[in-house]
């Protein structure tokens, strides 16, 4: 059985019954007392962040989880359905599972789902992803103190703020974490 020294970032552990993969955690040896672990978690089914505090070198219950990239094929009700591109398997998962970014996700993307014993219990979106402007305001010439963003309407439907020469038509790619302008999108 593992213990504490073996947790990492991206860990999946089942904590009081629940699988749970761990966010980031910090290692600390106070004067008084003994060492311990600050680990935040979050909770593979629910989404809900927990922090919990373990002795340094108690026992944890990893968990084995694969890890597959699929391809999104189409939204079927509040499900998103995927396929493995080497089984040509499908399966589906809840859209809520991609939280935000789903805005952001269009057909045919690659997504990747976590398994445990073959049922996905978890899935993120590409950390970045290359989608076309479909409407934005032509920036106004001159405008260009305090670098001025304007909102822009993406492929998906999703709106991001962007800077003023940024026009129409044109591909950029977008930060699926914060939903936030990265760059030009390079063909």
Do not use: W
């Not at 290692?27 to 340094?56: C, D, L, W």
């Not at 789903?102 to 073959?118: A, L, S, W």
């Amino acid at each position: 059985m593992a213990n504490t020294s073996d947790l990492s970032r991206g860990l999946f552990i089942r904590h009081q019954g629940q699988l749970c993969r761990v966010v980031e955690y910090q290692h600390t040896m106070p004067g008084k007392g003994g060492a311990f672990y600050q680990v935040k978690m979050k909770n593979a089914i629910t989404g809900k962040s927990t922090e919990n505090r373990f002795r340094s070198g108690e026992s944890i219950d990893v968990v084995r989880i694969d890890e597959k990239e699929m391809q999104y094929l189409y939204k079927e009700g509040d499900n998103l359905v995927l396929m493995d591109t080497e089984t040509f398997e499908q399966v589906q998962i809840a859209e809520t599972m991609l939280g935000s970014a789903m805005q952001f996700i269009k057909e045919e993307m690659m997504i990747t789902v976590y398994m445990d014993e073959g049922n996905p219990v978890m899935a993120d979106a590409p950390n970045h992803v290359v989608l076309e402007i479909t409407y934005s305001e032509p920036g106004i010439k001159g405008d260009t103190a305090n670098n001025p963003l304007k909102p822009a309407t993406l492929e998906t439907g999703a709106i991001v703020q962007v800077p003023l020469f940024v026009a129409q038509g044109e591909k950029i790619k977008v930060d699926t974490r914060t939903g936030e302008y990265v760059e030009r999108a390079k063909d």
